[in-house]
Every structure is written in C-alpha cells, then in structure tokens.
C-alpha cells in the first residue's frame, strides 16, 4: 500500500441539496443521513474555493472544485452517483491532487462518503467561477 501524500486545503465551501426544505438528512432528530429526502432522492452540489492548499509540493491555491452527489434515496443506504469537476485552471499536477482530495482517494473527509458511492461518474476539468 502506497503512503498518502500529506495536503491541506482552507478555503470557502458551500453546499445545497434538492429537499424543498433544510436537509433532513443532516437537520432532523434521526441519526445523520438517515431521514428521507423531501423529494425521495438528493442531488447535493459540494463547491469548493481553495483559498491556500498544497498536496504534497503541489500547491492549490486560488482553485475551484465542484463536487455532485446523487442519492436515490435515504443517504444512508447508499447507492450514490458521484462527479467531480475541476477547475480548468488547474495544471496535470493540480488536477491529480485535487481529484484525489475529493474523490477520497487521499484520504479526510470526502473519504468517509467512498462506502456510500456504487458509480463513480469520473472527474472533468471545466470553467468554474467561485464568488462570493
């Protein structure tokens, strides 16, 4: 097993989901992820500013990720659809590093949502303007 490249990423995040009302999934008195979706399926866009990171030399700062998840039903019971976008800013260097943060594949917090994921629709480099 190869050893995981140290990164860190701050920055600003903004997230949303498909509910007609706040996430039941993260706001209700069930566990998390557990509550049925308002409309019985979530589309959740995670967007990300990287305001300074580095992935091992590479540095990240000033770019942009957007990550869609798609679960078709109660979070929890997995089955989800996932895409990553990346900045198209982003070198070769960039894009590796960045895919693997939020993929999971580097391990931290997007690496706790991999058991929930059965599709992996791939990563893509595309225009992403982030202001706020």
Wanted: charged share 15%; hydrophobic share 45%; with cysteine.
């Amino acid at each position: 097993m190869a050893d995981q490249v140290a990164w860190h990423l701050s920055g600003d995040y903004f997230e949303n989901c498909s509910c007609s009302i706040v996430c039941p999934c993260l706001v209700s008195a069930a566990a998390p992820l557990t509550a049925r979706p308002t409309e019985g399926f979530c589309n959740v866009p995670l967007v990300f500013h990287v305001e300074s990171g580095r992935y091992g030399d590479v540095a990240l700062d000033g770019l942009n990720v957007l990550v869609i998840l798609h679960a078709p039903g109660v979070m929890a019971e997995g089955n989800w659809s996932v895409a990553a976008y990346i900045d198209q800013r982003a070198d070769d260097a960039q894009t590796e590093a960045l895919a693997a943060i939020f993929t999971g594949a580097a391990g931290g917090p997007m690496a706790a949502f991999t058991p929930l994921i059965s599709k992996n629709l791939g990563v893509r480099k595309v225009p992403i303007t982030f202001h706020i």
